[in-house]
């Protein structure tokens, strides 16, 4: 079965840091775009980060640029989100997605070109 499966959620205290990891299973990552989307509660999905299939393309919202970081491993078929300085407005369910070849704005500012999504793990940042 082709899925996105993400894991590394958890309860995080302010100013700490979590690692979420994005495994596919039953398709090769090379050729997508991969991004994260979060979902507070009360609020819209909203596009984290996302980087293009060649990693010559990445993106970062405001409100975590600095903060977290992207990046991929190919060889593991995984995608990770390094998430530092957290802050209690970063809580929320995170997601991943795959669209192959979606621009990367496409992806993160319009939600648009997803082909894979997963179910998403809960992060929770309180003290």
């Not at 840091?17 to 596919?24: H, I």
């Not at 507070?40 to 293009?52: F, H, T, Y």
Request: charged share 20%; hydrophobic share 30%.
């Amino acid at each position: 079965q082709v899925q996105l499966v993400e894991s590394g959620g958890g309860l995080a205290q302010p100013g700490g840091s979590l690692r979420l990891s994005c495994a596919a299973s039953k398709f090769t990552l090379d050729y997508f775009t991969i991004g994260w989307f979060r979902q507070a509660p009360g609020k819209e999905r909203e596009g984290v980060s996302c980087i293009s299939s060649n990693d010559d393309d990445t993106y970062y919202s405001d409100s975590v640029k600095g903060r977290f970081t992207l990046s991929r491993d190919n060889a593991k078929n995984t995608v990770y989100l390094q998430m530092n300085s957290l802050e209690p407005e970063d809580t929320g369910v995170y997601y991943c997605a795959a669209g192959m070849f979606t621009p990367v704005q496409n992806m993160c500012h319009s939600d648009r070109g997803v082909d894979y999504r997963g179910k998403g793990t809960r992060v929770t940042v309180s003290s």
